[in-house]
């Protein structure tokens, strides 16, 4: 598994991660089984957020009433979090009283005396970024979050955060895969007029945003076609596509999973997958393409057979 220090921070990272929305329903031994198997391939580092279950804080919950962690245990894994969405709406809120009240939830939920990384979920339309300066303080200085971030916001939305907030944020978690790349791919279609996939749509690249500030993008629903539209791995409306995969994975002796994450880990901006997978053998599929090593010709071909323009 391909480790580095978290930009920022002093937080060792692998760069792949265990998502844990999926586990509501799961017993204590599933569970147990799932983040057991995912420290062994060196995943030890999970993503929740205060939204995820069928009650808010429902899977940190779960996860602490199955892991029920030592204190050398708690050290040894990477807890990441995330608030800002109001399931009752739904809707967003960024102010100083939700985020310290949520992370609380958080903590009592997941028996812990601290969260290692707090992501803003996503973007709040009415956000005050002089109240999320405050409450990044407040936690931080109280020993509550030692590192802070977003999720799914623009470079624009990302530097009016950093005008007020001091501390830095070192994450920004986006959708991305192999056939969901606007990220990567409208940069290869730069200045081609008339062409749909040259269109800026995260407000001016996101991806060189986040390596010019230090910003580790994490990278979510690695293997879905679209936006929660299934996956594209075996999907027959993806043929060319996973012919290339199922011929680099027998090149490599892996399963197809380790070649849908491998084109992502591959990219030099050091991004990190999350996994959101509850079946043990894709999480141990999906680490063997933590350090892959992927031709550049490989990683375009794969490009290509998704469907982006590569000119």
């Known amino acids: 598994m391909k480790t580095f220090t978290l930009p920022g921070t002093d937080i060792p990272a692998p760069n792949v991660v265990l998502g844990l929305m999926r586990i509501a329903d ?37 996860f602490a009433e199955a892991m029920r962690l030592t204190p050398a245990e708690r050290d040894a894994v990477t807890i990441q979090t995330k608030v800002g969405i109001v399931r009752e709406g739904p809707y967003f809120d960024h102010s100083h009283e ?11 939920a997941l028996d812990t005396d601290r969260v290692d990384i707090l992501l803003l979920h996503r973007p709040d339309a009415l956000v005050e970024p ?21 999720s799914n916001h623009t ?40 062409e749909p996939q040259a269109t800026t749509i995260d407000g001016g690249g996101v991806l060189d945003h986040a390596r010019l500030h230090d910003i580790t993008v994490q990278a979510w629903s690695p ?8 996956v594209f791995l075996g999907s027959p ?23 849908a994450t491998a084109w992502i880990t591959r990219h030099p ?10 079946t043990p053998e894709r999480v141990i599929g999906a680490a063997r393409g933590s350090d892959l090593p992927l031709t550049r010709p490989e990683w ?12």
Do not use: W
């Open 26 to 62: 799961k017993g204590d031994d599933e569970i147990r089984a799932l983040v057991r198997t995912a420290r062994d391939v060196g995943i030890d580092f999970v993503d929740h957020a205060d939204i995820y279950g069928r009650t808010t804080h429902e899977c940190e919950r779960r």
């Open 98 to 108: 939700h985020i310290v009240s949520s992370v609380e939830g958080s903590l009592r």
């Open 130 to 150: 002089e109240e999320v300066a405050r409450a990044f303080d407040e936690l931080a200085t109280a020993g509550k979050v030692r590192a802070f971030g977003v």
């Open 155 to 194: 470079p624009r939305q990302i530097d009016l955060l950093r005008r007020y907030v001091d501390r830095p944020l070192v994450v920004n978690q986006l959708q991305l895969s192999l056939t969901h790349a606007p990220i990567i791919a409208q940069g290869l279609a730069s200045n081609m007029v008339g």
């Open 223 to 230: 293997f879905q076609a679209g936006f929660f539209d299934g």
């Open 237 to 259: 409306e993806y043929v060319e596509l996973n012919a290339v995969i199922d011929r680099l994975a027998e090149k490599y002796g892996v399963p197809s999973i380790a070649i």
């Open 269 to 278: 901006a050091r991004m990190q997958v999350v996994l959101g997978t509850t």
């Open 300 to 311: 375009y071909e794969l490009t290509r057979a998704a469907g982006h323009r590569v000119p």
